[in-house]
T-cell receptor, first 114, second 109 residues
């Protein structure tokens, strides 16, 4: 059974640009959550999508957005990139939404903002 | 707001020794997860603890949950080098998981 797939794995952007990251969940999983991981702040919850609807959102500015498609694949977008957005962005899928289901993580997309 | 604290943050231990990682959380929850992360890799699920008193073991790792004390422990028995990684606990908070700061474990000969 294929795991969670994230693309791209690595990318470099400059300040002010925007970036789109993609996540394909495990087959049959309808929940996709996004996390930002940095050495200083650790793992921080960005948002969760379930059945194409954003169910929950963390404390991030509006520059961070996402969406989910009918096949459960999800994308997140960060606009007007700042240096502090450099991080590992992890996507996790689950059968159910919220914290009741076990999360299965992808390998992550490592974003560097110059 | 739910806060999750792990200690220690760093742990350097000799092969063959035992040690415990602690995970404290600030509000009521009945779901706790332990994950492992190798450098540059994703998070791997280790244990899911769903009730007070739950204990689970896998190889040299054993996790337990005390919901009344709001405490979970991850006990390492007779450590080996392959256990070197960062370990995270995550606590369910109604509709999302809140992760602890992580414990970076290094096992040396």
């Amino acid at each position: 059974k294929a795991g969670v797939t994230q693309t791209p794995r690595y990318l470099i952007k400059t300040r002010g640009q925007q970036v789109t990251l993609s996540c394909s969940p495990i087959s049959g999983h309808r929940s996709v959550s996004w996390y930002q991981q940095t050495p200083g702040q650790g793992l921080q919850f960005l948002f969760e999508y379930f059945s194409e609807t954003q169910r929950n959102k963390g404390n991030f500015p509006g520059r961070f957005s996402g969406r989910q498609f009918s096949n459960s694949r999800s994308e997140m977008n960060v606009s007007t990139l700042e240096l502090g957005d450099s991080a590992l962005y992890l996507c996790a899928s689950s059968l159910v939404y919220g914290s009741t289901g076990e999360l299965f993580f992808g390998e992550g997309s490592r974003l560097t903002v110059l | 707001e739910l806060k999750v604290e792990q200690n220690p943050l760093f742990l350097s231990m000799q092969e063959g020794k035992n040690y415990t990682i602690y995970c404290n959380y600030s509000t009521t929850s009945d779901r706790l997860y332990w994950y492992r992360q190798d450098p540059g890799k994703s998070l791997e699920s280790l244990f899911v603890l769903l009730s007070n008193g739950a204990v689970k073991q896998e190889g040299r790792l054993m996790a337990s949950l005390d919901t009344k004390a709001r405490l979970s422990t991850l006990h390492i028995t007779a450590a080996v080098h392959d256990l070197s990684a960062t370990y995270f606990c995550a606590v369910g908070n109604t509709d999302k998981l809140i992760f602890g700061t992580g414990t970076r474990l290094q096992v040396f000969p």
